[in-house]
């Protein structure tokens, strides 16, 4: 038993040391937050400080909804044009949602998100080819507080430049 | 895991009963449909012993056993210490003044025995104290390293005669261990005894993984994991250690359970932002489309019999409960109260439906008929959710998650265990925080 044990949990860890190739970096805590500039640096046009400081790399969404607000077509509108100028990236849109859910329900809600930005992406221009969608649920929120203010920081569609 | 061997003491058991020749008088008897009884005072001597190797064994048997039973809040083990009879008297004759004067409704009585080929025999007897009647017992065979599974067993055996009902202790649960910031928070597949014994990690957290359930056989887990980013869902084979993706879908997978044959597992599949339920065949690779709506469906749990699947869908507005047969014709809903229904998990009796519940901003477990009657909620909190049943029907785990503050501080996620009587409830202890749980057949 012991033996059996071991082995498994062995084969688990190879299993585990064969994933750990390079991931993009969309799965990790870093996922599409705001990235502090240093004062002194200026942002070169067309980067992705560019995207996210002059753009605005994500869109929020009202509690259990997936419609598109004005604010966030506004941005999405920016992002559009700035992708179209900037066509060498392809991008993946992280659906996510606030920890008022089943978990189940969120990964669909944040799939659904994340489908909505694409689709409005494209039909201002963006090839969907260029697009992949993923959805986190409620895994990865951006703020911890457990009250409105962090829910509707969390409930959000993020476009992360690969 | 090396099966217990039975030795089919059939045979003793059945001259053991004629032998007896004690009238059952007054049955001990727990009706376990009602709430709040009181813990029926069962006396568990250690199990006797020659040998260093045979008393250490008699003595961990003995623990564990009333652990399990005290769990259940049905029995109340009485401390050891007051005990009359001496271990070695008891395997003689119970001396049934000796127990009633500690006010023992029942007793156990139990040995171990070192085989030639390494194994060990345990011996069990259970004892209606008030009847001075045999109630119950057998005889196993099994590697010594099996002694808690065997403890297990006879727990189970104690809480069927008793009850009336399957026991559950011999079984496991599979759950995600949790660690880390909220905002970052590092997930494993962890397994470990319904006690919370024998626990291990499967995976080592580089991939974030969720809802695991088990296969009818139990050698088997479906869960989901985001390996290289992509969530999709996966068998893991708890024999070999070995992973597996299940099926070429083209869009997310998730929300997996296995058929109660163990030849199917229904999901769900997202796509172009629509969720579906989907039905996988593992025989045939094969996979089939059952719901068809633009709404989120998802969710899916088999009725028992494999005939019908609950799910979840807001098609109607909101999340709600929905049934339909396992070819995905005539959804019906089934949930009509105040609030969000979610996370529906049908009962391996058949009789009730287990669901997440959504209200004035708190959380519920509660339980539903098939027919959408009946409901009643076991538990609440900031979130509770993610309700499982163990194998008799009887009693549930989920996981409960305090809130937080700005900085993450106050975060706590736990495993819960409570009775269907919506009593009893316990914390379910790991090393590390837990949610997701699942809970195994009785393992064969």
Not at chain 2, 221 to 232: D, E
Not at chain 2, 289 to 308: E, M, V, W
Not at chain 2, 356 to 384: C, N, Y
Not at chain 2, 422 to 432: H, Q
Request: glycine share 10%; with cysteine; aromatic share 10%.
């Amino acid at each position: 038993m012991k033996l059996r044990f071991l082995s498994i949990f062995a084969a688990a860890a190879l299993l585990a040391a064969c994933e750990s190739a390079p991931s993009d970096t969309g799965t990790k805590g870093g996922a599409g937050q705001t990235t502090p500039m240093t004062g002194a640096k200026t942002i070169a046009p067309g980067s992705k400080e560019d995207f996210v400081a002059n753009v605005g790399d994500r869109v929020f969404f009202d509690f259990d909804k997936t419609s598109l607000r004005a604010d966030a077509k506004a941005t999405l509108a920016k992002q559009a044009a700035w992708l179209k100028q900037y066509a060498n990236y392809s991008m993946t849109i992280e659906g996510h949602a606030d920890e008022r859910g089943t978990r189940e329900y969120n990964l669909a809600l944040g799939e659904k998100r994340a489908n909505a930005v694409k689709e409005f992406l494209a039909a201002n221009g963006v090839a969907a080819a260029r697009v992949k969608v993923v959805s986190y649920g409620k895994e990865r929120p951006v703020a911890l507080g457990s009250n409105e203010a962090a829910w509707s920081q969390n409930r959000r569609g993020v476009t992360v430049l690969n | 895991m090396s099966r217990t061997r039975f030795l089919a003491a059939v045979a003793a058991v059945y001259a053991l009963g004629i032998l007896m020749a004690f009238p059952a008088v007054a049955e001990v008897r727990i009706d376990i449909t009602r709430g709040q009884m009181k813990p029926m005072p069962i006396a568990i001597p250690e199990f006797a012993g020659g040998s260093g190797q045979e008393t250490k064994i008699g003595h961990d048997i003995a623990m564990v056993v009333s652990a399990d039973l005290e769990r259940s809040g049905l029995f109340k083990p009485i401390d050891p210490k007051a005990f009359i009879q001496t271990v070695a008297s008891l395997q003689v004759q119970p001396r049934f003044p000796d127990w009633k004067a500690i006010n023992a409704e029942a007793l156990v009585s139990g040995k171990v025995e070192a085989t030639p080929d390494g194994r060990v025999k345990v011996e069990f007897r259970l004892w209606d104290v008030f009847a001075e009647a045999y109630m119950t017992g057998w005889t196993l065979s099994a590697a010594p390293s099996d002694w808690r599974r065997l403890s297990h067993k006879v727990a189970d055996a104690i809480y069927k005669r008793v009850t009336g009902e399957d026991g559950y202790f011999d079984t496991q649960i599979v759950y995600i261990a949790e660690s880390g910031p909220k905002n970052d928070r590092k997930k494993r597949l962890s397994i470990m005894d319904q006690d919370g014994e024998n626990h291990r990690f499967l995976t080592d957290g580089s991939d974030l993984v969720l809802t695991p359930r088990f296969s009818p056989s139990s050698r088997e887990i479906t869960y989901l994991s985001y390996f290289k980013g992509v969530p999709r869902v996966y068998i893991f084979n708890l024999d070999t250690g070995r992973r597996e993706v299940l099926g070429n879908f083209p869009g997310m997978t998730f929300a997996p359970r296995f058929s109660p044959d163990g030849n199917k597992v229904v999901l769900s599949m997202a796509e172009d932002g629509n969720t579906e339920v989907y039905e996988m065949n593992l025989l045939t690779r094969q996979k089939s489309r059952l719901t068809n709506h633009p709404a989120i469906d998802t969710a899916p749990s088999y009725s028992p019999d494999g005939q019908q699947i609950v799910f979840e869908s807001d098609r109607g507005g909101g999340q709600q409960l929905y049934i339909m047969t396992a070819g995905g014709a005539n959804p019906n809903r089934i949930s009509f109260g105040d609030g969000r229904y979610g996370t529906p998990v049908w009962s391996p009796r058949g009789d009730l439906i287990a669901f997440t519940k959504q209200k004035g901003g708190q959380f519920f477990i509660g339980v539903m008929r098939p027919d959408g009657s009946g409901e009643r909620l076991l538990a609440e909190g900031f979130l509770v959710e993610g309700p499982t049943w163990a194998p008799n029907g009887r009693v549930l785990a989920f996981f409960r998650e305090s809130p937080s503050d700005e900085r993450g501080r106050g975060q706590s996620v736990r495993l819960y265990t409570i009775d269907l009587t919506g009593t009893n409830e316990r914390v379910l202890l790991t090393p590390i925080d837990g949610s997701d749980p699942a809970w195994s057949p009785l393992i064969p």
